[in-house]
């Protein structure tokens, strides 16, 4: 029997735009991931690639700390694993490597 | 004091799994409530109103995103809401032809015939979209096991169309009407025909209503308080009439697996809503009830019918599966 072939990593537009912000900002609730995009991000969707990212190991996610006068649910912040960072490094350099005109 | 969205997310732990909802619902809940707290806080309404309807929107989306791949009732809910679109439109179709094709109907009036079928679809679809939504849920959900998760989703998409109709009823239907009275009577007379009952929208109703409330004269103004309000509550009646008929549609499925006993079982509902509902109305109009429960009379009836119906036959499932177990 063949061996099972390793999973490759892939990262959309969306994900690497959604990595970018967090490694640039550090912590980021989904909010703020929106209004930081200007736009790009969606709010219906942004949720559900954050919860697509966590699946793969990008990010991690923790419910803040909200202060008692808040009344809200606590919100969920987004930070970028290592290795979210690590494939969006080598993203960035895959696409600037084979599409330099592309290249941010 | 319920915070906005804590409904919709009681009722999406019912749907989704507790890892959908720690991933993907709360979030979407959380960041609404925060920022919505944030705009009242300062005074912000409107900003907080267009946060709500906003929340709403995401939350829907995410919804639908996060449960519709790990759907196991997906089959049978394509089939329902497929039926449901092919029902709808033949239903109006007919609704509409009747009047085009019988001498008491539009052929008298001086008007386009594409104009006057125009003014009659809002009209059409009063009836149209409970009729075809039943029907739909019927020929598509026919011997299909009614699961909790199953029913909670079909009537969310009833209760969807349910507001629609709504909509169509306080908003389009009155318009359409008017604009066919204008069309209609445009050679007899050079001003629009005064607005009747069926002719006022949701506020115009209200705001009739509330004068005519003020001073109860006599008992000319008294009918007419009366029928006014029996207008406004028939037509939030008749909007949640789908979302009615499909509770008990599917509480008729629970109990009946013969295709043909169904549909002999819908008919009788329909025929059995319209006659409770003109019979509600009658006692109304004679005082016999007040206008809220005249209009409601047929809604009330067949929701306490549909409740029982479900609650005898998930207990019925209970004990068999005691039956078996033992």
Known sequence: ??????????????????????????????????????????????????????????????????????GGMPRRLYQATPLGRRVLAAWSAATTHLMPEFAR | MTRPGDRLRALAARICSAGAMTRLIDPVVADMQTEYLAAIRHGRVWRGRWVRFTGYAAFAKVLVMCEWPACADRGPLVRAVMCSLGAIPLVTAVFVAIPFYTSSG????????????FFLLPGALVSSIPLGVTIGIAAGLARQ?????????????????SSGALVNLGWVVPASNQAFRVAAFRKVSPFPPPKGDNELTFP????????????????YGRDEFTRLELAYHTRWAFGFATLVLALFTMSLLAWIRRRWVIGAGICVAVFGYYTLWYLGRSFALDHQLSPPAGAWLANAFFVVISITLMALSTRRRLDHQITVAS
């Not at chain 1, 061996?3 to 735009?17: D, I």
């Not at chain 1, 209004?35 to 559900?48: D, E, F, H, I, Q």
């Not at chain 1, 996610?61 to 808040?70: F, Y």
């Open chain 1, 1 to 70: 029997m063949p061996a099972r072939r390793p999973r490759v990593l892939t990262l959309s537009a969306k994900e690497s735009l959604i990595l970018e912000l967090l490694v640039e900002r550090d912590e980021l609730y989904g909010l703020q991931l929106v209004a930081a995009s200007k736009r790009k991000l969606k709010r219906g969707t942004v949720y559900v690639t954050l919860g697509r990212m966590e699946e793969k190991g990008y990010l991690t996610s923790r419910l803040e700390d909200a202060p008692a006068d808040v």
């Open chain 2, 106 to 117: 539009v052929q008298g009036f001086d008007m386009d015939r594409w104009q006057a079928v």
């Open chain 2, 145 to 161: 096991r009614m699961s909790a998760h199953l029913t909670t989703l079909v009537a969310a998409l009833a209760f969807v169309c």
């Open chain 2, 204 to 219: 115009e109703l209200n705001r009739r209503i509330r004068q005519s409330g003020t001073f109860p004269v006599d008992s």
